[in-house]
């Protein structure tokens, strides 16, 4: 028995090295001594480091750019007799030839550009100098990208939304009565998509095969958030879903974030305390009052005009001479060339509409709206900076956009039976709702949470409809999404 298990750890072992090797060839283009691995392309030595990643990304899916596929390289797909045919769904189109790859035939391909059944591969697709032990190590962490899924089964796909109980009651249950009319509406089938899937041959394509009825799970955290980590093993053990979808949080959303990051669980746009340094498994909302910071440092560095320091209005701290300290302050400065930013608050925007100068005025003004403005007092704002011929700084997109979401929420709600809606909640709530939709639709039965987020990031960036006015902040490795506050100048209401 002893040697036995020594055999058995020495395989663990073993297969843990190769897949960290593996790893690095394929995430970093480096090998065990993280020095670049020597490649060519187009016939021309490689200046730097290719991680195979790269193109083929992270989840070893491959993608498609301007008109070009690059395709999926998880051993399970390269190695499966039915590879391109049919069965595949999605990939069935993406290979040109079905003959499934050996670790020789793969070897052959990485080395000298040859495909499996022979024929020469593009020359953008690298030529590495790469040994049979290291392919081999390579191959190891293949085996990893693109596992069996959990949270699905051939008839449904489970999702689960987290709650905390600290929540104001009145939210939590908005938030839960809202996604549950979402989801009756995702699954009202207004296609026939179970009957598609069942008949007409002609109708057999990935799409209609790959329908899934959607699940959504309540799971609600109680006590002390330190218990959390077990709570939710506990909630996954008994039901693994495949997704978090805009978990509730007060406080302390990193140790939702540090389960998600544990399981390999997409956590997909929090309501709660904020970060912009999510996990890999992580989209959320970056934080508002960092990005003020950050907007603040680049109006510093950026401009040729002198930056004031950031203002914030406040009708409940008086000056010297019974005027708000804002006020003494802009009447200070408003003469000398320059600019000034002032954070709006609620109940700031009558303030704004009393500044004064006494003399002409030389100073740029910049309103940073702050989180807390209420679409009707934007819009009030927006009036009165382009009468005084202020900015607006932002992360609401247009007017028209926002003032069309907010009716689109309340009329939702009102379909759901939800009187007096949280529009700036149900508004998150509906984002994320739409794009997990659209993403689980565009991978037509390829069901990869690494791709997922692939997904969701490429839209964000391809579209910007889909950003609506909060920036997003991806996973390392990905692009910060969808823009960030930005400056409407003569934009009246």
Known sequence: MKSLAGVLLFVAVVVQADNHVGRLLYEQGVDEGRQPVSATVNGLPAPSALPCANCHRASGLGTSESGKTIPPVAWRLLSDPRRGRDGYGYFRHLEPSPAPYTPALFHRAVTRGVDSSGNAMSDTMPRYDLSVAQTSALIEYLKMLYPEPQGIDDSELRLAVIIDQRVDKNKRQQHWSFLQGLLAMKNSETRHEVARKRHAPVQRIPQYRAYRKWRLFRWELQGDPESWSRQLDVYYRQTPVFAFLVPLVSDQYERVADFCEQRGIPCLFPVGDESDSPGYYGFQYRSFSKRVAEYVQKSKRDKIQ????????????????????????????????????????????????????????????????????????????????????????????????????????????????????????????????????????????????????????????????????????????QRHAAGSLSEMCGVGA
Do not use: W
Not at 390 to 408: G, I, N
């Open 306 to 477: 002198p930056t004031y320091a950031l203002i914030t209005a406040s009708s409940s701290t008086t000056g010297s001479r019974g005027q708000s300290r804002l006020q003494e302050e802009y009447i200070r400065r408003c003469s000398r060339p320059g600019q000034i930013l002032i954070t709006v608050g609620q109940q700031d925007v009558a303030q704004i509409e009393r500044l004064e100068c006494p003399a002409k005025r030389a100073l740029t003004v910049k309103l940073i709206a702050s989180e807390d403005l209420g679409y009707p007092q934007f819009l009030r704002l927006l009036d009165i900076a382009d009468r005084r011929g202020f900015c607006v700084v932002s992360d609401y997109a247009t007017p028209t956009r926002v003032e069309q979401r907010s009716l689109r929420v309340t009329r939702l709600a009102d379909r759901f039976g939800i009187a007096e809606p949280d529009t700036e909640l149900l508004s998150r709530d509906l984002f994320a709702f739409s794009l997990i939709s659209d993403a689980v639709n565009k991978m037509n039965g390829v069901f990869s949470r690494r791709y997922l987020l692939e997904l969701i990031e490429h839209m964000l960036n391809s579209f910007p409809n889909y950003s609506f006015y909060r920036e997003i902040a991806g996973a390392p490795y």
